[in-house]
């Protein structure tokens, strides 16, 4: 006997439960579907327990500067891994738990463990169960990539799945992959007193497009630990360790964190039995706006799509899809939904920040870049923290301000102003004549505000203050 619901979810991670939170409003005939523990991939193994991390290595970093300070007694501090392994482990069992508050709400009517296979476009099979939904959710998040090659000694190979549950560290690692996680990961191990070897076969890092910002992030962050770029990483068990070897660099190394990015969790949906297109990488061709899947009663949202894999992103995808796909299993036109200006930060220290439109995106032409090197920067000589750059990308026939890379101090913080600007559609003349507090990290951005100016093809008198 097949059951039959409205909508059918598949995933209670982050994008799941945003999609459920839209389904529920509208009808009691769903179900959510998800195998493996519950809890989303952020508050388990992502964006959570890394900035538990990364805060306890930032706080003992921060002696380094006591003597410069005058305070005395740096020398004498230490750091129990194991026991700041066991807060990282503590806060992150705490996210968790405010996670599974919409879960544990659910019956067993409504929330299945269990893993879905497709039968149909429309029909899916969960522990020998048919169920036929008017729409389907696909949201199963992602999984670390981990090249087969290296599966013969994964015992020595972490990757984030795995890292939070250590409850001790290695003397070395190497960190394969220098993205966001690798980087901030990498940063942080080697402020715990771990010996540190950042690859990457780009040349890039934090996916930083701005050559002058990758340079400074290359600079800064370089001088922590080594950080070999442009050489894939060949990995040999040895006694030892790990043999790592990039281009004509070598070094044993006793683990290896694996942060070469996360792949959809599609390969056991049998997708085989839908009419789903799938793209050159194997991900289901979908409208970013709909999030809908062709022309079809299934829904992609959150890490399963590859599209942008954060969280904020997540919820807004499936709350998209989850709005959607409850209007199509009530024969409603579905509707589109604008997509918020991208953001993109990586908490290493400096900040790595990319806002709205980057180089790639724009023509050269039609823009002028407005910067501001944070050596001056009085707020940031105070922290200690005076190295960085921020870039301005902007309309030089009108001062609108399309994007923004940097990577600085408090990045976070100018990122969300900026992002928040370029939403609202400011020009710089417009964020210009907003109050700058003094003194504040925040005036860099008006130094790179003024520092565009004179690059426009429009000019504005008393740009700071507005008539009435």
């Known amino acids: 006997m097949t059951r039959e619901v409205d909508v059918a979810i598949l995933g209670a991670g982050s994008a799941g439960l945003y999609a459920l939170s839209q389904v529920k409003r509208e009808t009691n005939n769903y179900v959510l579907i998800n195998g493996g523990e519950l809890g989303t991939s952020c508050a388990r193994v992502g964006c959570m327990p890394s900035k538990v991390f990364i805060q306890v290595a930032e706080d003992f970093h921060r002696k380094s500067l006591f003597e410069r300070e005058g305070i005395e007694g740096s020398e004498q501090l230490s750091v129990d891994i194991s026991a ?4 990282v482990q503590d806060l992150r069992d705490t996210f ?8 544990d709400a659910l019956d067993e009517a409504h929330l299945i463990d269990g893993y879905a296979k497709f039968v149909s476009n429309d029909t899916i099979v969960v522990n020998g169960e048919q169920i036929k ?36 560290l290695p003397a070395s690692m190497a960190v394969i992959g ?18 540190v070897i950042g690859v990457d076969q780009l040349t890039n890092i934090a996916r930083l497009e701005d050559v ?24 040999e068990k040895v006694d030892g360790g790990i043999q790592l ?79 959607n796909a409850v209007r199509h299993a009530a024969n409603v036109p579905i509707e589109k939904f604008k997509r ?80 928040w600007s370029i939403q609202c559609g400011l020009t710089v003349f417009d964020m210009l004549k907003m109050p700058f507090y003094h003194p504040v990290i925040e005036e860099a951005l008006q130094a790179a505000l003024y520092n565009v100016l004179s690059k426009l093809d429009i000019k504005q008198e008393l740009v700071e203050l507005e008539r009435i």
């Open 84 to 87: 700041a392994m066991e807060h």
């Open 96 to 103: 968790v738990d405010r996670t599974l508050g919409v879960t």
């Open 133 to 168: 939904a008017k729409s389907i959710v696909i949201a199963t998040g992602s999984t670390p990539v981990v090249p087969a090659a290296w599966q013969d000694f994964a015992d020595d190979i972490y990757t984030t799945d795995e890292f939070f549950e250590l409850q001790d």
């Open 178 to 195: 220098l993205g966001s996680i690798g980087l901030e990961i990498g940063q942080a191990l080697h402020r715990l007193g771990v010996q």
């Open 212 to 235: 002058e910002v990758n340079q400074t992030a290359v600079s800064v962050i370089g001088k922590e630990f080594p950080m070999w770029l442009g050489q894939s990483a060949i990995l």
């Open 245 to 323: 070897t990039a281009g004509d660099n070598e070094q044993v190394v006793e683990k290896v964190l694996a942060s070469l990015g996360r792949k959809p969790t599609l390969a056991n949906l049998n997708l085989e039995a839908t009419n789903i297109l799938l793209d050159e990488n194997g991900v289901p061709v979908y409208d970013p706006l709909t999030m809908q899947v062709g022309d079809l009663p299934i829904f992609i949202a959150g890490d399963a799509n590859a599209d942008r894999p954060i969280l904020h992103e997540a919820g807004h995808e499936g709350r998209v899809a989850g709005y």
């Open 340 to 419: 918020k200006v991208p953001l993109a930060i990586t908490f290493c220290d400096p900040n790595i920040a990319i806002v709205g439109a980057q180089l790639s995106e724009l023509n050269q032409d039609d823009i002028a870049i407005g910067e501001i090197q944070f050596a001056p920067v009085g707020r940031a000589l105070i922290l200690g923290k005076n190295r960085g750059l921020l870039r301005l990308y902007v309309q030089k026939s009108d001062g609108l301000l399309l994007g923004a890379c940097m990577c600085c101090v408090k990045a976070e913080n100018l990122a969300h102003l900026i992002c």
